[in-house]
């Protein structure tokens, strides 16, 4: 079932910086629990790998790069 527009906007509002970071990754476990893993966690202690979320200010932010 496609998420819808809404569910989008209050989807990326709960996940916050980590919905459009580059080195953040998604993670979906078997019983349809979402995960956000922080890929700086595992070379920077400063980092979590799971942070709390939703993150709202972030040292290591780096916005995705998408192409037009």
Known sequence: MPITKRQE???SANVGL?????????ITSAHDSVFYLC???FTDPAFPKYPRLPVLTCAGFTPV????
């Open 65 to 68: 790069l998408t192409q037009c």
């Open 18 to 26: 980590c919905q459009s970071c580059a080195h953040s990754r998604k």
């Open 9 to 11: 906007q209050e989807q």
């Open 39 to 41: 890929q700086l966690g």
